[in-house]
Every structure is written in structure tokens, then in C-alpha cells.
């Protein structure tokens, strides 16, 4: 009898949790159904096609349906599950270089696919009609750009409907006639939230339906959704979910859906606060899950939507890096300034593979923000660096401030090496550290133990005296020129010939000289590999 009791008593919480959501289970089973690289910049369409065929294949329950063509005939796909009554509409991957909730989905619908007989799935399969389109905008995915091959932004075309994209995500609204809807996104920024510091990992928004902010009956629903998946994060993100800040957008997808009677919910990635491979994926797993259990069972009702408005707003946007209080010298002829260098990092997809670059984003007063790495010594000047014909590895040419190399086997070195820069050069002719034509500004990474700026601007220590005479330098190749909006062309001002006569031989000291410019003026390390002075 003791026996018995002990089964039944081992047994029975088993039978009562069947068919409810377990999400620590599921956080901690999430691996076992990663799909994904990584690095979600690999992911491209006929990967994701393919994931969704095998995802098909394992179940009669799941449906795989072409729902159209993007501007470069990809083919734009639907994935559906369950026969219940209330619908779902989800989409993600309308900014092609946001994939995180691509991964996600793929993720959600491989777990159903795999516990298909689990009563959990079966009561999802019963009450719930998910349907997911799944990269809507695979041009740029594959060209890791935000808008499509027309150069529109998706997000935007709500009205207008200019896209193929657009009136395909239009069109499911049309037929599915969806209950709710899902919006999904990455963020490209580093924001903190409210005023914690903390960086945002995920936000989270019920998008307003009119001008005046207004609450509806749909919209209400949406914000009683938001607390659930907040609830939801908070067991592991505690502290880095925020609500979405966003005025109404009525030619915005999401606002729009809102607008048109569907309780609409915006999920944004952040910044993952785990070095865990695929965190957010894993989060956006877990959200998804956790809004799919509060609609099938009911219980989204029980909500109080004043809970959303005590979700503390995103606060201000981060740098990656800050340099604060540094003394500028920006080689425009000017005189050396005092001011702060926003600097952020991002990656780009080129040739098949990903080329992590920055971009120093802005100059001046930037006390109102910060960094995730601040750098803050008034001991520093910052100048731009070499260009230089230059064989060296990066990290050597980095420790000798070159921050544009030359290859010494194209067939323009001689040239350059023999005479200073001073004409237009060919983008081809210019190589940044990563093989590509240098950014405008660009700034990758600082190591701080060398002082050293990779990108436009290098650390030097201060000088001893910089005085306000300092008037003679040539330009740093920051009057750059885009082509086809991503190549650069290196112009020097060609009246700095008049001011500042550049001799064939000789370097950058004697140029300076002919020109009048007092050697005192100068940074001591500013004389060293005088002639192809990028500055």
C-alpha cells in the first residue's frame, strides 16, 4: 500500500501539469532545437528554405506554402500549425539584417514538429492557428541590408504598398484575418533601460492604432500580452527588458495591423547579456511560447493592462565605444579641439563572409550619452592615421598607426611609395585592414593598451604644447565620396597645394616647413612616416 501511495503520489503531479507550458523546461531544452549558425549572418534564404522543407517533413501537422516573390523572385514562404479557432500572424526578418527571430521561429515550429504528440502541442493544435512567414524580405538577407532590392523599407510601405514584400504580408492579413499579430525585430542601436544603465536585451511594445495614443478593446489585448512575455523574460533578463518608444506610424506594418482590429505585439532583440551562443534566439523561443500559452488557455484575460505602463521606457543610446574629453586634431587645418568620439561596431556581410567594421559616429559634446567601453584621459590626442604602401599584418601596422594599407603588389605602390597621395585615387587602389575600401570615419576596435584607434583616428599620447597657430597640414581622406552608396573615394583638396607645396622628395617635415608651419607645433609622432601622411 506504501508502495502504491508513493507511485500515485510521484505520478499525479505529472498528469496534472499535462498539457500546460513548462517554461524552465523549455529554456533548458531550447539546444536541442537550435537550427542556426551562430553568426545569423550566414543565414541566408536557401538555408532557411531548406530548414522549413525539414521542419514539413516530420509532420503532417505542419503546412509549407509559397505565399509569393520578393523583388529578385526569391521565394517568400509561410509555415502553419493548428486547427483552432483563434489565429495568429507572424512575420519576421522584414529588415533583411535582422535575423534573430528567424532563427527563433525556425526554432518554435522544429520543437512542434519534434513533441507533436506531446498534450502540451496537441492542446496548441486544438485552440491555436499559427501561422509564421519566415525572412519576408530575403534580398536583403542575403545581402545583409535592411530594405529590399528597391531600396524601400518594408516597415514603411504599410499604405503605399510599393513592395512585392508588402502586399504579400498585406494579403495574409486579408486572408488569414489573424487575432493577433507579431512583429519582429532586431535593434540596431545599444540602448539602456529607462535610467538603470543596464543595456536592453529585449523590447517590447503594444504599437498605438491612432495619432492620439489611444487605448482600444484590440490594442488593450496587445498590452496584456506584452506583461506576459515580460513576465516571461524577467526570469532570466531581469532588468534589460524595456518598452519600445515609438510615435504612431500609420504607414509602420505594425501600427497598421493594430489599426485594422488585429492585437498587434512588437518583440525587438537588443543586446544579449550572456555570452551564450544564440541567447537571443533562445529568448525569443521562450517569448513566443510564453504568448502561445497565455492566448490557447485563456488566461491573457486575467491580465491587468496597467502593468504595461509601469515596463520602464528604453533610455538613452550607447556607443560601443567613448572616447571622452580628448583633444582632436582632425587634420582639416583647423585647430586642435576638445570634444568626445562616439564610436560603434558593427558587422557587414561581404564576399561570403562577415567583415566586422565601424564607424565613428559622431564628434563634439556627447555628455548626454556614454559607452559600453569608455576611454576617458586627458592625456590623449587624437589624430588621423597612415596611409601607407604597407605589407604588414594588421596588428603590426596598427602598432605603427598605419589605418589604411596599400598593397605593395598592386600596381599603383611604386607610385605611392615614391611620391605623397594627393590626387583621387581609385577605391580599388585603397585597402582597409579587412580588404575592403576603408568607411568614412571608420573606426573598428581601440586597443587601449596600445593606444591605438583602428580606423580613422589613431592615440597618441598629448604633446607637450599644441598651440592655436598649428595652421599647415594636408587633409585626412575624410572628404570621401560614395559610390553606389558603399564604395569610397579618397579626394585631397587640391588647394592645400597652395598653402602647403608638396616636394617630391622629402617628407612631411620639410613639407611643413615649406609652408611656414613652426616645428614646435607639431606632435613629436606626428614626424614619423611622413610621406603618406593620411592628415
Known amino acids: 500500500m506504501k508502495i502504491l501511495f508513493k507511485v500515485l503520489f510521484m505520478v499525479i ?4 501539469n499535462a498539457g500546460k507550458l513548462d517554461l524552465v523546461r523549455l529554456y533548458n531544452e531550447f539546444p536541442n532545437y537550435v537550427l542556426t549558425p551562430v553568426n545569423l549572418m550566414e543565414m541566408k534564404h536557401a538555408f532557411v528554405v531548406e530548414k522549413m522543407k525539414n521542419i514539413q517533413g516530420l509532420t503532417d501537422q505542419i503546412k509549407l506554402q509559397q505565399v509569393g516573390k520578393s523583388v529578385e523572385g ?4 509561410m509555415l502553419s500549425f493548428g ?72 516597415n514603411r510601405d504599410a499604405q503605399r504598398l510599393a513592395t512585392p514584400e508588402g502586399k504579400i504580408l498585406k494579403r495574409m492579413h486579408e486572408m488569414i484575418q489573424p487575432d493577433y499579430a507579431f512583429n519582429l525585430h532586431d535593434m540596431r542601436g545599444k540602448e539602456t533601460v529607462g535610467e538603470s544603465g543596464k543595456l536592453l536585451t529585449k523590447a517590447l511594445m503594444a504599437p498605438p492604432y491612432n495619432k492620439a495614443n489611444e487605448d482600444s478593446q484590440t490594442r488593450v489585448r496587445a498590452k496584456k500580452l506584452v506583461v506576459i512575455i515580460k513576465n516571461a523574460l524577467d526570469a532570466y533578463i531581469e532588468g534589460h527588458v524595456a518598452r519600445y518608444k515609438a510615435d504612431y506610424m500609420p504607414r509602420a506594418f505594425g501600427d497598421a495591423f493594430q489599426n485594422w482590429g488585429v492585437s498587434t505585439v512588437l518583440i525587438e532583440s537588443g543586446i544579449p547579456n550572456s555570452p551564450e551562443p544564440n541567447h537571443l534566439t533562445r529568448l525569443s523561443f521562450l517569448s513566443l511560447f510564453a504568448a502561445f500559452d497565455a492566448i490557447s488557455e485563456g488566461y491573457i484575460m486575467d491580465v491587468d493592462p496597467a502593468e504595461y505602463e509601469q515596463i520602464p521606457l528604453e533610455g538613452i543610446q550607447l556607443f560601443d565605444m567613448m572616447i571622452e574629453n580628448a583633444l582632436i586634431y582632425n587634420g ?95 577605391p580599388k587602389m585603397i585597402y582597409s585592414l579587412t580588404g575592403e575600401p576603408a568607411k568614412i570615419l571608420g573606426a573598428e576596435f581601440i586597443r587601449r593598451g596600445q593606444e591605438v584607434v583602428r580606423g ?22 575624410g572628404d570621401l565620396h560614395r559610390r553606389s552608396g558603399r564604395q569610397a573615394v579618397y579626394r585631397y583638396a587640391r588647394q592645400r597645394r597652395a598653402q602647403c607645396r608638396v616636394q617630391q622628395s622629402g617628407g612631411y617635415r620639410r613639407r611643413q616647413k615649406a609652408a611656414g608651419c613652426p616645428d614646435d607645433l607639431l606632435p613629436a609622432a606626428l614626424h614619423k612616416h611622413s610621406r603618406h601622411r593620411a592628415g
Open 83 to 154: 486547427r483552432g479557432e483563434t489565429k495568429l500572424l507572424l512575420w519576421s526578418q522584414m529588415h533583411g539584417d535582422e535575423a534573430t527571430a528567424s532563427a527563433g521561429l525556425l526554432s518554435v515550429f522544429y520543437y512542434l514538429a519534434k513533441n507533436i504528440d506531446q498534450p502540451y502541442v496537441k492542446s496548441l493544435n486544438d485552440n491555436l492557428s499559427i501561422h509564421a512567414i519566415i525572412m519576408l524580405n530575403p534580398d536583403g538577407s542575403e545581402n545583409y541590408q535592411r530594405r529590399n532590392m528597391q531600396g524601400i523599407d518594408i
Open 456 to 477: 580613422r583616428f589613431k592615440v597618441l599620447p598629448a604633446p607637450e604644447s599644441v598651440d592655436a597657430g598649428f595652421k599647415c597640414s594636408r587633409r585626412r581622406p
Open 74 to 77: 526569391r521565394s517568400i514562404n
Open 332 to 426: 582639416k587645418n583647423q585647430v586642435p579641439f576638445r570634444g568626445d568620439i562616439g564610436i560603434n561596431i558593427g558587422g557587414e556581410w561581404k564576399k561570403n563572409k562577415t567583415v566586422m567594421t565601424g564607424i565613428i559616429e559622431d564628434i563634439g559634446d556627447l555628455s548626454i550619452t556614454s559607452g559600453r567601453t569608455v576611454v576617458n584621459d586627458d592625456n590623449l590626442i587624437v589624430t588621423p592615421g597612415f596611409i601607407m604602401v604597407s605589407d604588414d599584418s594588421s596588428e603590426k601596422a596598427l602598432k605603427k598607426g598605419i589605418t589604411t594599407q596599400i598593397k605593395s603588389n598592386h600596381s599603383a605602390a611604386n607610385d605611392l611609395a615614391e611620391y605623397p597621395i594627393e590626387k583621387q585615387i581609385d
Open 13 to 16: 503531479p505529472t498528469l496534472v
